[in-house]
């Protein structure tokens, strides 16, 4: 996927990435984790961001604390880097949600948000975020739109293509870049069916 991302960003090097998902449970954090070892282990400078503040889950997945995080970094941006964590894996660092805040889809519109990201792509060769599913909350679209492009994670089976197709519709519409699509759980069964 790491190589694919990189063809298909064609000159522009991406710098900032949203991962993405239509629905809740189609293995989009785990597309995230598992995407930012990938870049940490081609010696990338690696930062991996939870903007799932309304249900985050890296912390738990690369057992850094949670006490605070992306909302406080957003809130003072004086402090923003010690927030980052070190799970203690070669060029790769968490910024987890931190504390929940009333207004999370506010907050990532916010100038500040731009400016915090600004601030760490002079730290980091890549950043990597962890979005809520587009279709419960409007923050996936927010973030996608302050990043070079998204990629988007889909369960075989899951999304209904309409579905599909709004995600995609409302990502244009938020003048966000679309990579590509993880196609994600497989059946196996299905596997012979795309050969390549």
Same mark, same amino acid.
């Given at each position: ?20 998902s ?35 889950s @890296?912390?738990?997945? %690369? ?6 995080? /992306?909302? =406080?970094?957003?809130?003072? +941006? !004086? ?36 400016? @915090?990201?600004?601030? %760490? ?6 950043? /990597?975020? =962890?979005?809520?599913?587009? +279709? !419960? ?14 990629v988007?994670?889909i ?22 870049? %679309? ?11 299905d596997?012979?069916?795309y050969?390549?």
């Amino acid at each position: 996927m790491r190589i694919n991302l990189e063809f298909a960003a064609g000159d522009r090097p991406i710098r900032k990435l949203a991962v993405i998902s239509a629905l809740a449970g189609e293995g989009k954090s785990t597309t995230a984790v598992n995407l930012a070892l990938a870049y940490a282990q081609a010696g990338k400078k690696t930062l991996l961001i939870d903007a799932d503040m309304r249900k985050p889950s @890296l912390h738990h997945v %690369l057992q850094v604390a949670n006490h605070a995080g /992306l909302s =406080d970094a957003i809130r003072d +941006l !004086s402090k923003a880097m010690s927030h980052i964590r070190d799970p203690g894996i070669p060029d790769l660092h968490v910024l987890p949600s931190g504390r929940t805040p009333y207004n999370p889809s506010e907050l990532l519109a916010s100038e500040a948000f731009t400016k @915090l990201l600004e601030m %760490l792509e002079r730290k980091y060769d890549v950043i /990597l975020i =962890d979005t809520p599913p587009v +279709l !419960s909350a409007m923050d996936a679209k927010v973030v996608a739109s302050k990043c070079d492009g998204a990629v988007l994670v889909i369960q075989q089976g899951k999304v209904k293509r309409e579905d599909g197709r709004k995600v995609i519709e409302e990502l244009q519409g938020a003048g966000a870049r %679309l990579f590509g699509v993880a196609l994600n759980k497989m059946n196996s069964k299905d596997i012979g069916k795309y050969p390549y």
